[in-house]
């Protein structure tokens, strides 16, 4: 998998590159935190389909 991944920052407005930050394998697939380096921005991704917002809940 790759440490950068294009998406949508809510905070920038814009696209942005976010940074793969943790990983780890679950019962439901792959957790990935990826982090946005401009604004700090964090979301969780589950298994490349459900995207959580991460600067919500202490993840």
């Not at 943790?22 to 401009?38: D, I, Q, V, Y």
């Amino acid at each position: 998998m790759s440490l950068e991944l294009e998406h949508e920052c809510p905070r920038c407005e814009g696209k942005q590159t976010f940074w793969r930050t943790a990983s780890m394998e679950l019962h439901l697939g792959e957790k990935t935190k990826w982090r946005c380096p401009e604004c700090d921005y964090g979301f969780i991704r589950i298994n490349d389909e459900a995207d959580i917002d991460s600067s919500r809940i202490d993840a």
